[in-house]
Each structure stands twice: as C-alpha cells, then as structure tokens.
C-alpha cells in the first residue's frame, strides 16, 4: 500500500512540475502618455509638433505613447473614425521609451470629423487618446 501511495505521489508531482514548467511570468508593462504629432524627431526618438487638431491636408498623422516595459511586447493600435473601426496596426516596443506608428492621408486627404485610437497588449487595454480633423484652409 505505501509503495502504490508513493508511486502516485511521485506522479502527481512529475504532473505539478509539467504543467508549470511552461508557463512564462506575467508581462509588465505600463503607458504613461499617449498622444499624437505632425512629426518626429528620429535623433531624439520623440514627437514634434504635438496636436489634437489637424487639418484635412495634412499629410500624415503620428501616433505615440510613453511605454515602460520590461521586455519586448507588441501593442496593438485600433483606429476608429465618427466611431467606425478602420484600421489595425501592431507595434513593438523593447524597454522604456515612445512607441510610434501613423497614419498616411488618403489622396483625396483625410476625412473631417472626430478619430479615436485604442492601445491594447494582448486583450489588455492600456488607454485610448480622441484627436479631429477640420476642414483644410486654403489660402
């Protein structure tokens, strides 16, 4: 009987240890800024000409947040435009500083009316940031 107890204990534990042994520690991750800017500065890896107001001929707009990580992690960018979902970006991210994507006007510019991003890591959502696009002004 101790022997059959024993075998099953030292299988029990052989089953513990497997199912564990796998498993990654919870990544950490925090933002602490989100935004968007007219441009970027590649020398010092920051956004220039920061706004939440574009113009419809504006030709890109960037998209940026603060991240602290500790490893390297993909966040996930939804863009919505007057609440309709258009576009899915992926970015990466690799210890602390801005993470940055954007995105380019249509021919014919970007549509007026109110644009909204939601940041996610995996099914985490970190934050979302709202910026509106007016009429262009011609001169």
């Known amino acids: 009987m101790k022997r059959g107890f024993l075998a099953l204990a030292c299988v029990a534990v052989v089953v513990a240890l497997s199912c564990t042994y796998g498993l990654k520690e919870p990544y950490y991750a925090e933002v602490t800024e989100i935004g968007f800017c007219r441009d970027w500065d590649d020398a010092e890896q920051k956004p220039r000409d920061i706004s939440e107001t574009f113009s419809a001929d504006t ?15 993909y966040f996930t960018v939804d863009w919505y435009h007057s609440g309709r979902y258009f576009l ?17 006007a249509p021919a014919a510019g970007f549509a007026e009316g109110s644009y909204r991003i939601t940041l996610f890591l995996g099914k985490t959502e970190f934050g979302e940031a709202t910026f509106w696009v007016e009429k262009s002004i011609t001169k």
């Open 88 to 104: 899915q970006q992926t970015v990466a991210q690799n210890g602390e500083g801005y993470i940055r994507t954007w995105i380019d």
């Open 59 to 73: 030709r890109r707009i960037y998209l940026f947040a603060y991240a602290k990580t500790k490893e390297k992690l």
